[in-house]
């Protein structure tokens, strides 16, 4: 099936009780015995199994192709839940620019915890073989990656890893299933922060893990789940599984238009560098081309004239919005460098853009104006 109709009906089926085509939402907290003491419905309490957190579920499995999914309350409780279904003295390869705030859950929470990392540029698969060690269980992925647009070879990294004995997580936020599916490449999760393009709207928070196999790893995260307890409201997951419904649409559009933005950019005197696995001048377009159906609607930009030129094109616009996230309908921009803090290794003078469905002429225009 394709993706269009797995993102309309998959886990979502007419409610037996009320005929209802739109799934109620079932906010109760418990959920009733049988007199044999059994859970006729498989629903215990809404920590462990809400009917509306199972919907959201089997539908992520169904577009990543999986065995299995568990849902969170955030994209950053589904990354913790997959470095805490590790162990204390294991070593885990990520990307030196993964998304900051995966970097820094690595830093400050789980390397006191007891886990070891090292970040690579996983640009070129060597240098993910070259980190590898006896300990190491997961290799992190995340392509295309935050804020540079670094493009990873899943297939080569996820071979890499397995012959390692590790396994391979990709971080599918910015793709999301309708543009790539990590697991038919060979990794054996995929986690999304569902805060962006699913959810699409920039009005829900959410996390999801999805298995290509039930196994030991999975069933850590499960556990994870159910008691760690960074579970997503039922109003969540709702409104989650009401956006996927659009997401294959969305997507298309938000490529598109990401694709005439960047040629825009590119072309124009006060840029410097566009990072955008679309343009074929990107180093990692081939990879990008082989492994998703589309590159996305996300891009970064370097100004001219640093720092301060870049704050002043942010400062200028008038219909992209300066504020941080991106999936969302509406376009924003973001001086990332000051979102990221002090820490921070992205360049001064880029701008990251998340190229909305407004119609690409007006966004276009209001560059040129902003740029001036
Ligand atoms: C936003 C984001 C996250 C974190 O998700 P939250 O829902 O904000 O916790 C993780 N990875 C990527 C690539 C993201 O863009």
């Known amino acids: ?12 089926e007419i409610d ?5 085509v739109i799934p109620p939402i079932y906010l109760s907290t418990t959920f009733e015995r049988a007199e044999d003491g059994s859970f006729p ?4 309490y809404t920590r462990s199994g809400n009917p509306n957190r199972s919907m959201l579920e089997r539908c ?23 470095f805490q279904a590790l162990r204390p003295g294991d070593h885990v390869v990520a990307p030196d620019d993964a998304y900051h705030g995966v970097t820094r859950l690595l830093r400050e929470l789980m390397a006191p915890w007891g886990l070891e990392y090292t970040q690579v540029d996983m640009r070129d698969p060597e240098h993910v073989r070259a980190a590898i060690r006896p300990s190491t269980r997961l290799v992190w992925v995340e392509t295309p990656s935050n804020p540079l647009l670094k493009v990873a070879d899943i297939a080569a990294v996820a071979a890499i890893a397995h012959e390692g004995g590790a396994a391979c997580a990709v971080d599918n936020t910015w793709a999301t299933p309708a543009l790539q599916r990590p697991l038919e490449l060979g990794a054996d999760l995929a986690v999304h922060a569902t805060t962006k393009y699913l959810g699409g709207h920039s009005d829900v928070l959410g996390g999801a893990v999805v298995a290509r196999e039930a196994g030991p790893l999975f069933e850590r995260v499960r556990f994870i789940q159910g008691n760690g307890g960074a579970v997503p409201a039922p109003f969540d997951c709702w409104l989650v599984l009401r956006g996927i419904r659009t997401l294959a649409y969305r997507v298309r559009a938000h490529a ?21 696995p679309g343009l074929e001048s990107h180093p990692g377009h081939e990879v990008a081309a082989r492994q998703m159906r589309g590159f996305g609607g996300m891009l970064s930009a370097e100004v001219r004239g640093g720092q301060a030129a870049a704050m002043g094109v942010a400062a200028r616009v008038k219909i992209f919005t300066r504020a941080t996230s991106l999936g969302g309908t509406e376009s924003l921009i973001e001086h990332r460098a000051s979102v990221e803090g002090p820490e ?3 360049p001064p003078s880029l701008l990251r853009i998340s190229v909305g469905l407004e119609h690409p002429d007006d966004l276009i225009a209001d560059l040129e104006q902003a740029l001036g």
């Open 41 to 44: 419905h498989g629903n215990i």
């Open 1 to 12: 099936m394709n993706i269009e109709t797995i993102a309309i009906h998959a886990g979502q």
């Open 16 to 20: 037996p009780s009320s005929g209802s």
């Open 256 to 276: 598109e238009h990401a694709m005439r933005v960047a040629r825009f950019l590119d072309a124009h005197p006060q840029i410097a560098r566009v990072y955008y």
């Open 60 to 82: 992520l499995t169904a577009l990543e192709g999986g065995a299995d999914c568990a849902a969170f309350g955030s994209g950053q409780a589904a990354a913790m839940a997959v």
């Open 344 to 346: 921070s290794t992205t």
